[in-house]
């Protein structure tokens, strides 16, 4: 099972947008609405921001939102504050006794 | 609060095997599916193995597949890894996550702190 495809790493000033792309397969991200996108600050463990490709769980802020075309979802991240800086992973449901694969994750720089 | 804490974590040569728990609390364990995601220090995230509420449906990625097993026991709210035929690359902080479905929906919404596995000889 081949990892999800993100860039290593993208930057924005802050107030800005950054989109992050997370591209699969048929076998998963084009076949299921089932990504989900979780932020990682150093030293801590992962938060959950985006689920079912595009729903936001209670406390995240609707400045994140997620979406899909084909084999590439995408988290966008509006209105970019110091503290959005952080890695950024994907996640999908995959068509095979595997289930599961991340992407290898993109650094973002609030400049 | 939703609180999981993972144990059984340490130093192992090649090999041999470790098993790692996770304790659960602050939710209904048996309403939600669970998942183990390893992180090598300064690495990306992978997934390691996700079981359902009811152990019906349990996944494994290529790299442990054959080598390691998840189970829960719903009655002491904790969730398990048996991890056998060790490898240096198994080397990573193994978390505990919960997922937001009770079947395998990769929504992981809670996360322990993690346990470390270093693989040595």
């Known amino acids: 099972q081949s990892a999800l495809t993100q860039p290593a790493s993208v930057s924005g000033s802050p107030g800005q947008s950054i989109t992050i792309s997370c591209t699969g397969t048929s076998s998963d991200v084009g076949s299921y609405n089932l990504v989900s996108w979780y932020q990682q600050h150093p030293g801590q463990a992962p938060k959950l921001m985006i689920y079912?490709?595009?729903k936001r769980p209670s406390g995240v802020s609707n400045r994140f939102s997620g979406s899909k075309s084909d084999n590439t979802a995408s988290l966008t991240i509006s209105g970019l504050q110091a503290e959005d800086e952080a890695d950024y992973y994907c996640c999908s449901y995959a068509r095979s006794t595997t289930f599961g694969v991340f992407g290898g994750g993109t650094k973002l720089t609030v400049l | 609060e939703v609180h999981l804490v993972e144990s059984g974590g340490g130093f192992v040569q090649p090999g041999r095997s470790l098993r790692l728990s996770c304790a659960a609390s602050?939710?209904?364990?048996?309403?939600?599916?669970m998942h183990w995601v390893r992180q090598v220090p300064g690495k990306g995230l992978e997934w390691v193995s996700g079981i359902s509420w009811n152990s019906d449906s349990i996944g494994y990625a290529d790299s442990v597949k054959g080598r390691f097993t998840i189970s829960r026991d719903n009655a002491k709210n904790s969730l398990y890894l048996q991890m056998n035929s060790l490898r240096a690359e198994d080397t990573a902080l193994y978390y505990c996550?919960?997922?937001?479905?009770?079947?395998?929906?990769?929504?992981?919404?809670?996360w322990g702190q993690g346990t470390l596995v270093t693989v040595s000889s």
């Open positions: 602050g939710f209904t364990f048996d309403d939600y599916a």
């Open positions: 079912e490709g595009s």
């Open positions: 996550a919960k997922d937001m479905e009770a079947v395998l929906s990769f929504g992981l919404d809670s």
